[in-house]
């Protein structure tokens, strides 16, 4: 849908626009609605509907929420995670000559399999228990690698070295999700080898049982499976993990 006549300078410098930008309410391609413009969204707030609006916003920790005019999309609704960012964590093994090997001791020359580590955990709106890769929102002033490493220890109890996988960071879906051009969801991987993990007939485990830091008691396993079964998953971040982790491993010297 078309805008017609609007003009986002008008509404930029409108006394609206500057006190939502004082109160942090606005995500930056979301504008108030012009007068004039007729409402597409229904808006009710505790059953009650709400007949005029220009801007509606909402606010927590972790996210914000808005619902006004978009310049490209007309009326639209977005959502921007708190520092419009989160981290992806991927542990994986590699098995070489029936045994676990680091990345650094790797020979590319000869075959080897790569086994990701998942967490086994209730996500209601993918529909109950899944498999996905560990991952979470930044806290309000952490950066990507120190929620990596905070996500991990909680979902897993597992503790290392992180490293960036290449990529631009994600945005888990750019019709609602805004991110921006530095904003995201950054992926990083840890190498877990023989001094954490076993091989033992085609299967990788740990040997010291994972104790999850965080309060989250819908966690209630983490196992490893070959790496392509992570491309197979409805968690588009562990398909997302999988790829790059990949093209990592392919690309390396």
Known sequence: MKIP???????????????LERQGLRNDSIYPIPEGMERVWQVFIDGQKVDHYSHLAAKSQYCLMNIGVSLDKGQYVTLQEADSSGAVIIPFVIIQNEKLVY????????????????????????????????????????????TAARELMEETGLAGKLFLLPGQPLNPNSTYFE?????????????????????QNNKVTLRHRPRPTGIDETIKACRFFPLARLSQLGDMFSVAAESRLRYYLENLR
């Not at 300078?9 to 006394?15: A, D, K, P, V, Y």
């Open 5 to 19: 006549d609007f003009n986002p300078e008008t509404i930029i410098h409108g006394r609206l626009m500057k006190k």
């Open 103 to 146: 990345l650094n001791k790797l020979n590319k020359k000869n075959n080897y399999l790569v086994y990701a580590g998942l967490i086994r955990q209730w996500r209601l709106r993918q529909g109950g228990w899944v498999w996905n890769v560990p991952r979470g929102y930044a806290n309000l002033g952490e950066n990507s690698k120190k």
């Open 179 to 199: 991110t921006g051009h530095n904003g995201g969801v950054i992926i990083y991987a840890i190498n877990l080898g023989p001094d954490l993990a076993d091989w």
